[in-house]
């Protein structure tokens, strides 16, 4: 019922900028929570950003400073502006969301990713 689509991923400089968006569509009143996670070749999926509505947004250590995590509710779309890129930083992205339904039910919900490489 719900899909979430990735998009904005590309190739960029290192110390260039990027925004990706999250397009959530279906039958949504609204999101519970918001986040975005990153997997590298050869490393495990790690935790990028992370927000419940009315508070503060967790970021993932290695970018702390330099990415950050918003959101449209009126559109149903969550962005994550990156500063800074390393090529560390090069990953598939992808967009995770709880999302609050007519049924008044939070259901949980991946993005497919989009792939973000930084070149040094």
């Known amino acids: 019922q719900v899909q979430l689509v990735e998009s904005g991923g590309g190739l960029v400089q290192a110390g260039g900028s990027l925004t990706l968006s999250c397009a959530a569509s279906?039958?949504?009143?609204?999101?519970?929570?918001m986040a975005w996670y990153r997997q590298a070749p050869g490393w495990e999926r790690e935790l990028v950003a992370f927000?419940?509505?009315?508070?503060?947004?967790e970021y993932g250590d290695s970018v702390k400073g330099r990415f950050t995590l918003s959101r449209d509710y009126d559109k149903n779309m969550v962005y994550l502006q990156m500063n800074s890129l390393k090529p560390e930083d090069t990953a598939v992205y992808y967009c995770?969301?709880?999302?609050?339904?007519?049924?008044?039910?939070?259901?949980?919900?991946w993005g497919q990713g989009t792939l973000v490489t930084v070149s040094s």
């Open positions: 995770n969301a709880e999302v609050v339904d007519s049924d008044n039910h939070i259901r949980h919900y």
């Open positions: 279906g039958n949504i009143l609204g999101f519970y929570s």
């Open positions: 927000s419940i509505s009315d508070s503060s947004t």
